[in-house]
């Protein structure tokens, strides 16, 4: 089993719907939690960055965290074709090797016009 | 804010030259610097993590001597792939953070050895 599962996608929405991606995790040293978007040939850029469980909203963008369940979520609402790129949830722990990122495999998400 | 600033964007170069990567933090000082390499439609692999003033820690596969990184300040990385040859080609990209904030990652650098 892999440390951070991500499903693999691609995903297709119409502009203006409500995106929901999710990862799941193994490793309960795992304390911060973090999304980043990444288009076609450039770096991730952080859009969201959680420490331990709960919800933070950000604009359109909600990020969740539930410990216990070990999975995390991101919503995007009244999506957009400028939202277009693939999302990579990724996390990390305190200490040692556990303070090293670990990235869940990205899923590509298209936003229709 | 927090702005990573990588140079060059690409780069095309002959196989058995070296090509060095720079990194710097613009806008804030980088306890910890990252690099990384990406396959096409893969997630990021984390290659190497660099201190300032010390030693960079390899993961295990990368070869410490083909991958040269040198971090000399607390906003400047370098990675310099010695004698690059057409299987070095790929996408390198930095990362860098401070204390247990997140890592913010610059644009990445498009290797292609001819």
């Known amino acids: 089993q892999k440390e951070v599962e991500q499903d693999p996608g691609p995903l297709s929405v119409p502009e203006g719907a409500i995106v929901s991606l999710n990862c799941t995790y193994s490793?309960?040293?795992?304390?911060?939690f973090m999304w980043y978007r990444q288009y076609s040939r450039k770096g991730p850029e952080l859009l969201m960055y959680t420490y331990s469980s709960g919800n933070k909203e950000d604009g359109r963008f909600t990020a969740q965290v539930d410990k216990s369940s070990k999975y995390i979520s991101l919503f995007i609402r009244d999506s957009q074709p400028s939202d277009s790129a693939t999302y990579l949830c990724?996390?990390?722990?305190?200490?040692?090797?556990?303070?090293?990122?670990?990235f869940g495999k990205g899923i590509t998400l298209s936003v229709r016009p | 804010g927090a702005v990573v600033s990588q140079h060059p964007s690409w780069v095309i170069c002959k196989s058995g030259t070296s090509v060095k990567i720079e990194c710097r933090s613009l806008?804030?000082?980088?306890?910890?610097m990252f690099w990384y390499r990406q396959f096409p439609k893969q997630s990021l692999m984390l290659m190497a993590t660099s201190n300032e003033g010390s030693k960079a820690t390899y993961e295990q596969g990368v070869e410490k001597d083909k991958f040269l990184i040198n971090h000399a300040s607390l906003t400047l990385s370098t990675l310099t792939v010695t004698s690059a040859h057409p299987e070095d080609s790929s996408f390198y990209i930095c990362?860098?953070?401070?204390?247990?904030?997140?890592?913010?990652f610059g644009d990445g650098t498009r290797l292609s050895i001819l």
């Open positions: 990724a996390m990390r722990g305190r200490s040692g090797a556990n303070s090293k990122l670990t």
């Open positions: 990362s860098a953070r401070v204390g247990e904030q997140p890592q913010h």
């Open positions: 806008d804030f000082q980088a306890t910890t």
């Open positions: 490793n309960s040293a795992f304390q911060y």
